[in-house]
DNA sequence: CTGTTAGCGCTTTCAA
DNA sequence: TTGAAAGCGCTAACAG
């Protein structure tokens, strides 16, 4: 399919009859030079289609052509509106974003930071997602080691010791936004669903949780809490499993699930049983999808500024600012809790 | 971030006190070398985490370090979805992916061939979405022109005097099957909700329903038909538009929605104009996203084959068949209808 | 088995 | 204004 020999800047230039320095010059469009031959070169350089090649150039100039962006996957709607938001900026910036899929091997990251430091994208761009290992080098190491060899920005928690250019959504604030939403509205048992607490984001939340139903005097340490993770699936058994735990008055009479998707599952799993949401049990979601309005009924839910965060990001990693030390720039977003319908507000404050 | 200056196989070549050549050879473990100094490179380099870049490298093999995949976007959970196969295989081949995001600008792809042929990526899979377009070079001079600089693959229909591999879903097929299943049930005024003829997939997917209908002597003229587009909103408005046109007996008791997406607006609608589904209009969506099963009712929705197409057009892209003349290679699959709630299969067949 | 050398396709001094 | 030439970081052919 490809010709046996793909045209290059030589080629160009034996048919305009000029060195390749000139055609360079032409199709980069440098001063001092004759627009006279200047035209010529791009006249024969759009009869063959010609364009430098970027990889070859930048080999050059020492500098990639594309950036990169690591997460654990792509297919949940939170990392790919991440991806899709960070893809247009880096584009618009003249890179393209290749997509790095967290490698947890055993090795502990071994394996993925030659991946990434073989293929040299002109700086990262790291989501959540890396947890810590046992085995190899550390999160922390891993991150050192790669920014030897370009820049770092981290969409989520500072690593301590990383000086790098933070960008985080604070969702400590976010658990505390929705408990006090919930709790405004007559909530005292309000339970938490889905999540691993290996992962920061799940811990970051809970303590935020804990922080504001403790504020409110309402009791924690029996407060149902059912981890699992992150999928559909999960809110599906996990309210199952919380409703048979506890008996019908000391059921939670509200759920924060760790994401939409959860919320999804529970809610599906509480039509399947008969309880209506939410007038027999509130929910509320985090994330704020594309979906989430279209559930029944429509979901409430934290926005997480995605799309805000992953510009943010972006910004600092094509430009990045001047860290002192070891300290790293960290700046946080609020998350905004959307209300819809499945938090009950349209039913006001209750006794529950 | 990034040091002042990357180190380079040379700095390892100094450090181990042998030749570049040595250490290349030591890093790629080629054989005719004494294990003793490929020993003392690889620690050297393991020492700094040093890899040899592969966009260097690759200059000189003259073979790219990305495959490239275009698509008019990828928050769409179709597109999300090929995305994902295809990054899975290509990395599992060595490369890196890159998402080209159509360019379908008032020159005519003139800009999006532009990029393409900078980055070189070393070949691409082309999903729907591109259109005819007036001006500038047409679809088929883009492919023609890209193919002189890589291989390209098609995931869709193909393209008429282009050889190249092409993976396409039967969606006329798809189509008919979902006529064929709501006939049984008893439907007979069907319609058609959603998406837009200027792309291929709609007017294939409208030829096939077209083509069942008469089959079954149904009346196709005045068949409902509601173009609109691809988002949920679609379905908002184009479900409501539907019905307000015909009078009550006129109705259609069936939708076939152009995906998923858009079948959820419509359901969303339905359920705020209080009309049940299944009960007063049974809903067939396309795509089986993973959020198909929690719409309620659950959708009943054409599963597109998206992994296997995706897997398959990037095996042809990393393993061009020989191709002759400038016949395209096509390679069909055929959908799968998955049988949920929403097109009222568990209600029986009905006299409607 | 190892080092020297010639590029890969391009940009960029440096002279002319 | 232009061309010759020196690399960018690396691989591979070729001697030794």
New binding site residues.
């Given amino acids: 399919m490809a010709e046996a020999?793909?045209i290059?800047?030589?080629d160009i230039a034996r048919e305009a009859e000029?060195?390749?320095?000139?055609v360079?010059?032409a199709?980069?469009d440098?001063p001092?030079?004759?627009s006279?031959?200047?035209r010529k070169v791009i006249e024969i350089a759009r009869k063959y289609n010609f364009r430098?090649?970027l990889p070859?150039?930048g080999?050059?100039?020492?500098k990639a052509g594309s950036l990169g962006i690591i997460m654990p996957e792509i297919l949940h709607p939170f990392y790919c509106g991440v991806f899709n938001t960070a893809e247009i900026e880096a584009r618009s910036a003249g890179y393209s974003l290749v997509f790095y899929r967290i490698l947890d091997d055993s090795q502990g990251y071994q394996a993925f930071l030659d991946l990434l430091i073989r293929e040299r994208p002109g700086g990262v761009l790291m989501t959540g997602g890396l947890v810590e290992n046992s085995k190899g080098p550390s999160r922390f190491e891993f991150i050192k080691h790669l920014q030897q060899y370009m820049p770092v920005v981290i969409l989520g928690q500072p690593v301590e010791g990383i000086a790098c250019s933070c960008v985080t959504v604070d969702l400590a604030e976010g658990a505390r936004m929705s408990v006090r939403h919930l709790h405004a509205l007559g909530h005292r048992r309000i339970a938490l669903l889905g999540g691993d607490p290996i992962n920061r984001s799940s811990s970051e939340r809970e303590a935020g949780f804990v922080d504001e139903m403790l504020r409110f005097g309402l009791p924690v340490d029996d407060a149902p809490r059912c981890e699992g993770s992150y999928a559909p699936i999960d809110g599906e058994a996990g309210i199952l499993k919380m409703l048979r735990r506890f008996p019908r008055e000391k059921r939670p009479t509200a759920i924060l699930a760790v994401n939409d998707m959860v919320a999804i599952g529970a809610m599906r799993q509480l039509a399947r049983i008969g309880m209506r949401v939410p007038h027999d049990i509130a929910i509320v979601g985090c994330d704020n999808h594309f979906y989430s309005e279209y559930t029944s009924p429509p979901l409430t839910t934290l926005d997480l500024k995605t799309e805000q965060s992953a510009k943010l990001a972006m910004r600092y990693l094509l430009d990045p600012p001047e860290l002192s030390g070891s300290v790293a720039m960290v700046h946080r977003l609020e998350p905004e809790l959307i209300i819809r319908e499945s938090c009950g507000a349209k039913l006001g404050r209750r006794e529950l």
């Fill in positions: 020999r793909c290059t800047i030589f000029v060195s390749i320095a000139t360079s010059r199709l980069s440098s001092n030079q004759s006279k031959k200047q430098p090649s070859a150039g080999l050059n100039r020492g």
